[in-house]
């Protein structure tokens, strides 16, 4: 079962943590789960948005993007877009991540189980803010995150059987299949400028690109 998903999400973050706001199957075993995770920094430093992406179970799939703003100053629009072609991550209107539907080359995709919205706020200081350099300032807790005008649409679970198989929802129309020439372009931008870590080129762990990876951006 699939279901198309578009959210619209503003947050506010407080620094020394993870804020994570994501979908997950909420099942362990076959785990599907796309990931925005927040890392803080020390007051100043540019804030991480690293991706993470579980197809049927398996993980490991981290990117790392420095955001271009202070996402603790004010409110700004994360977006999932979930289809049968791909899977989008956008910050405001830039594409930061694309997974795309790799099925032909035996790449696992999510669509066989349905996906729940989740956030936290966790403590992470041992790995996340600066590999762990930058730790919590406690005095400064309560901690907050702030959403407004969150949106999502898609297929209810429960609901009817083929809604997820329907070529006719407006997120698996043409104009949902690829990235659109400025999008791509702000896509580049992003890889070019603001990436910091993609596993697909991290050659300690994956002395052999995984199979996603090479099929290029
Ligand atoms: C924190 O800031 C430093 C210095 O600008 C940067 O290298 C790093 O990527 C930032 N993010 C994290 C999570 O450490
Ligand atoms: C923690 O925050 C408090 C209150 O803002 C401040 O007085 C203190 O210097 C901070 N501690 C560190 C280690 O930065």
């Not at 690293?50 to 977006?79: C, M, S």
């Not at 830039?94 to 349905?114: D, F, S």
Request: with cysteine; hydrophobic share 40%.
């Amino acid at each position: 079962m699939i279901f198309g998903f578009l959210g619209f999400l503003g947050i506010n973050i407080c620094f020394g943590l993870v804020f994570v706001w994501q979908m997950n199957s909420n099942t362990d075993a076959v785990r599907d789960e796309v990931d925005f995770e927040f890392l803080g920094n020390r007051t100043g430093q540019p804030y991480t948005v690293q991706t993470n992406i579980y197809a049927h179970g398996k993980g490991n799939r981290e990117q790392r993007v420095n955001l271009w703003f202070d996402p603790a100053a004010d409110f700004h629009t994360y977006t999932i877009l979930w289809n049968h072609h791909h899977i989008v991550f956008y910050v405001d209107d830039v594409p930061i991540r694309v997974y795309k539907n790799n099925e032909a080359r035996g790449v696992p995709y999510p669509k066989l189980q349905p996906m729940g919205v989740f956030s936290t706020l966790w403590e992470a200081d041992d790995w996340a803010t600066r590999g762990g350099l930058e730790k919590i300032n406690w005095s400064k807790a309560p901690f907050f995150s702030y959403y407004k005008d969150f949106d999502i649409e898609g297929c209810s679970v429960p609901g009817p059987a083929n809604c997820a198989s329907s070529a006719t929802n407006w997120w698996e129309g043409t104009a949902y299949q690829a990235l659109n020439a400025l999008e791509y372009r702000r896509y580049r931008w992003v890889r070019i400028n603001h990436m910091i870590y993609d596993y697909c080129t991290d050659k300690s762990r994956y002395p052999v690109a995984p199979p996603e990876c090479l099929a290029g951006f």
